[in-house]
């Protein structure tokens, strides 16, 4: 598969994934949907390493990685699931467009990366500025409406720990060997989750949407985007990757509108403008700044 396909894939899943949860979470409990949604992509991912005879280490160190990989999966898609009941779609996929600037955060704490110039301070604090517009509505609406807006806050911050955590592992395994190992490591976890917060099926509940949407999201969401994640960071630039966070919430507003009815109104426009300019200042503002510079050293 080519990088370019890979990268197409990537955004595809990435923007379809906020919206595909909330129809998943519409008829079926949001812990049992994401129970299933985990158990379609582990049984995939297992035919995958059976058929193509891919190594999966069990040694400490992979362990670690699968650990920490399953930090994200787990507590970023959980809380997820159980904000989808009262966040629309695309505000998700606003709020985990954050991530890169919260893992910046985390990473001066965790691995002693340098902290944040003047102008990614600046973005930040716009960042901040565009989060309250579109999510303001929430923060005075209801208590569910409040707690759902929590929930995704606390899975951003779970994503993007998972993310940091992953670099202070030094290990180079197959792509698939890492979606398995993670999946193998978090699917218990969602069993158990289910098993003590519903632990019931209702299956004569369930609509057509919503397991279309479950079915969806373990074959494409669970598998085949973490493989096309997994394949573009390793071909592309850190730089070009980054251009997902700026592509996919347009996406996602887009869809959720269409497809879900979710209201876009003048302030969630405004405020999602602002975030997403932000998050591109913050990625690559420092290094325009040094093209301009050397640009006016050189014509002056």
Known sequence: MSVKVSYFLMVLIWSTTPLGIVF??????PTLAVLLRMSIGLVLAALVVAIAN???PWHRRACFLYGYSSIGIYGGMLLSYMAAKTVPSGLISL???????????????LLNEPKFSVIKLIALAFALLGLFLVSEKHIQGSLMQMQ??????????????SGVMIKRVKIAIHPMATTFGALVFVTPLFFITWWLVDGELNSNAWSA??????????????LVGALAYFHVLQKLPASTVALTTLITPSFAIGLGAWLNNETVDQQLFIGAGIILLSLAVFQFGDSWLRKRAKFTKLNP
């Open 54 to 56: 891919v190594r999966i």
């Open 148 to 161: 759902g807006l929590a929930y995704v806050f606390m899975a951003v911050c779970f994503f993007s720990l």
């Open 95 to 109: 709020m985990f467009g954050l991530a890169p600037i919260l893992s910046g955060l985390l990473a001066q704490r």
């Open 209 to 222: 949407k919503s397991l279309w949407s479950i079915g969806y999201l373990g074959v494409f969401g669970s």
């Open 24 to 29: 998943s979470s519409e008829s079926v409990s």
